[in-house]
């Protein structure tokens, strides 16, 4: 899933317009498709991703963050996720952003650290797991088809 | 490219006028759904046309589209590599990259006969009963790893790579793209490209690499494969990486065959028959880790042309939406290699 | 503008299926439809309204609170908003509730109480230059006519 | 309704043929898009028709409809009363609440001359240039305010109804219409509730209101109004309550014209002397706030049918997203008025 609410929301409101209008008949019909862009635009003022979407991803970094400061040893250099003020999708990246270059640092260095690896991994998984609890089932054949699908 | 088709009728003729020496008129254009990348149109001149063709195809590569910005060149000598050989693909006619001309890289081919299969498409237009068209899949895929290219246009593509350079080459071209298309921070794919640099495998030879060696890249009619279509991701490398590529779950509709055509044991088989060379398994769990992060880099390439180039078709974010699926993929993969 | 957003993220979608879908011409256009509506399914879990709306709403409702206790002798069965513990719809909607009940028990009151009238007109007036900063240009010739407003 | 047309026309014919007492094929159905409650048909039917009208209008009120569940008693006895009066409409043929008929509170009337000119469109079709229809848009309100209703089959709707409660009924009735459509608090509502039971005047008479007159809600042909449609908010009251309702900003598409039609000044001049009433003051103030207070609670029916009512018509949460600026004014005019 994207990153950027506002510019999700704009991209749905331009494949509407550019894509969707010139192939609808009927007044009524290209209609309603005005007024799905219309509600997107008042969405892109009022809305966003949810506390409660977000606030699960923050959790898993600061539950990192302190698996982290209980490995004996771990040198100073180690990059890690900082402690977290707020609930935002910048404080998400920022503490994905750390991780990232924690991986990097441990693929760099000669001896590995067995602590690390796994509480990389179980924050990857928890990551993981919650991006996929909150996605839609697929739905490519009808986008691609431009039908239902049967099955 | 919305809304240009008259504009891209008149400069096509006038192009082609100038390439043939002659006034060309085309008809009957028609653009084709497929296809998430280059736009693909229909189009017919009058004859004798391009070497007594007149059903051509022409594929622009958009200045916001889903890799760009494009280069027509190594699609056009991939084609002209394999004509004439066992590898069936449309005959290419020309190409530029010069944007003046059509507003936008492009080349011309021929109109192959057939029809495409869509890999999600589980209703209908299964072609796959008889295994004939599995076998061909195969087939071909051996042929165009044997193939001699240092010949051909494409061994300009292939500076300083080596049998031992060419996985670290593979992850290095799309570590860029990871780095050039995400829109957040993907911890996942620094563990991924930490092991892949650490488990890189030497290839057994350096062959023709399609790139998306998969179901719905072909055409076929009548149970016959009638041309490899798609070569837009065409490199030189490991021919373990189509392989990979070709046998990633997405493809396989839910069924035990690669690309929902062929058993893996077979696929292997006919592959091994064809270059010579046995399908290793380090190679294939390399380049299998290899094909996800790539497809992990092609949807976040979805995500970075729908938010950032203005790239407004709704699949871009659909195939943002399977970015978390292909890393949990990953981290099954690497759960199961340690 | 509507309360809750999982039900609007709903109705854009049936109006997509029901209305726009039977009269769009076309796989790709179609497909183009199907893309929106698998977009709104994933918008549906993982967005909601922002922080940054709900919190200005919630901001005003506390003000009036505190407004409110400023009144000397305002009687103690007058409605009147609680202190917040959280930013959420449910905690405007409870607030706003408060506040109606308010009104409705100053309108039955003998003797006016001037302070009363000020802070809830504060209130409400802050509220509705909220909402109106929060709402997107309207577009009901689009909506009406099926085609773009030429002024 | 959606998608049962067939089903309909069956339904609809079985029900004519029943209503003539002779074999009834519908044809040339035609659904209209105007209208953001009652769902409306064009139909024909073979000669003779019903008293010699071939060409129909039926109109449905679903049942998920913004302000469902309907009857359609009212609009038929509205349309009755003012069948050979000075009021233009179209004949009424038949109705029926009895949802097994055709599945939604019904009826037939005749098919007006005339096309319908939607308030927000500022592009063209604009008929007001010379004042005509401006002029018969005040002289027939006047008219349907003047008639005598008590012999009529609305009568049965003003039981109990008085000169001095008419104001505080049709504020009971907008306070229950908020009460059953609001999907969140809205103190300004309350604040106007209590101002509206404060003030509320003595009606000058008691007189058939259509509720919803204005600009968008009448045929008009050759400069002239051939029908005033869109009865379905008809009741007893105030003729005050029209006026205030067609004299709102959101008609005047941006003009110093009434429902984009006629000067304030010249609308209530001719209303007086169609009626012998003057306009008071008074009234109309009342009337202008409970018209706002009107319109906000007809934009939460909106969101209250997408939300609640499976009614998926992109407008019903665009009429949502205008409680606030309503709301607005309905301040702005309080503070006016203290």
């Not at chain 2, 051509?56 to 890799?67: K, Q, S």
């Not at chain 2, 793209?177 to 995400?182: L, N």
């Not at chain 2, 046998?247 to 044991?265: H, K, N, V, W």
């Not at chain 2, 006919?270 to 060379?277: F, I, P």
């Amino acid at each position: 899933m994207n990153n950027s609410f506002p510019r999700l929301i704009d991209g749905m409101i331009e494949a509407l317009r550019q894509n969707v209008l010139p192939a609808t008949e009927g007044e009524f019909a290209r209609g309603q498709v005005f007024g799905v862009i219309f509600l997107l635009k008042n969405l892109r003022l009022r809305a966003g991703w949810s506390t409660a979407f977000l606030g699960e991803q923050l959790a898993a970094l600061d539950e990192l963050r302190l698996s982290l400061e209980q490995i004996d040893g771990l040198s100073a250099d180690a990059p890690r996720p900082a402690k977290l003020a707020e609930v935002t999708e910048q404080a998400r990246d920022a503490g994905d952003a750390q991780v990232c270059a924690l991986i990097d640092w441990h693929a760099a260095q000669g001896t590995k650290i067995p602590a690390v690896e796994r509480a990389v991994d179980a924050y990857l998984h928890r990551q993981l797991r919650h991006e996929l609890s909150t996605s839609a089932k697929p739905m490519f054949a009808e986008i691609s088809l431009g039908k239902e699908r049967s099955t | 490219m919305s809304g240009g088709l008259p504009d891209l009728t008149a400069r096509f003729d006038a192009h082609v006028t100038k390439l043939l020496g002659r006034p060309v008129t085309s008809r009957g254009w028609k653009q084709y759904p497929s296809g998430f990348s280059w736009s693909t149109y229909g189009v017919s001149i009058e004859a004798p046309g391009f070497d007594g063709v007149t059903e051509l195809v022409l594929r622009l590569g958009p200045p916001n589209g889903l890799f760009a910005p494009y280069s027509a060149a190594p699609q056009f000598e991939a084609l002209k590599a394999v004509e004439g050989t066992a590898v069936p693909a449309p005959r290419a006619f020309a190409w530029s990259d010069d944007e003046s001309i059509l507003g936008a890289p492009f080349f011309v081919a021929e109109k192959s006969p057939g029809v495409t299969v869509i890999p999600w498409d589980a209703d209908d237009r299964s072609p796959r009963s008889d295994g004939a068209i599995g076998q061909q899949f195969a087939d071909i895929l051996g042929e165009l790893h044997a193939l001699d290219w240092t010949r051909t246009g494409l061994a300009r593509f292939g500076e300083g790579l080596t049998r031992q350079n060419a996985a670290a080459r593979a992850v290095d071209e799309w570590e860029r793209g990871y780095r050039r298309w995400a829109t957040r921070p993907h911890p996942m794919m620094h563990k991924v490209l930490a092991w892949l640099r650490a488990h890189a495998p030497v290839a057994p030879r350096l062959s023709i690499v399609h790139g998306d060696y998969r179901l719905g890249n072909f055409l076929e009619q009548d149970g016959r494969i009638t041309a490899i279509l798609d070569w837009e991701l065409v490199r030189l490398g490991d021919p373990h990486e189509d392989l990979g590529w070709s046998c990633l779950p997405q493809y396989r509709g839910g069924t035990e065959l690669m690309s929902q055509l062929i058993s893996r044991d077979e696929l292997y088989a006919r592959h091994e028959a064809k270059t010579g060379l046995p399908v290793q398994p380090e190679s294939m769990h390399f380049y299998t880790i290899f094909s996800l992060l790539k497809l992990a880099a092609v949807h976040m390439a979805g995500a970075h042309a729908f938010e950032h180039k203005g790239f407004f078709d709704m699949r871009m974010p659909a195939m943002a939406t399977q970015i978390a699926p292909v890393l949990r993929q990953l981290e099954k993969a690497l759960e199961a290699a340690s």
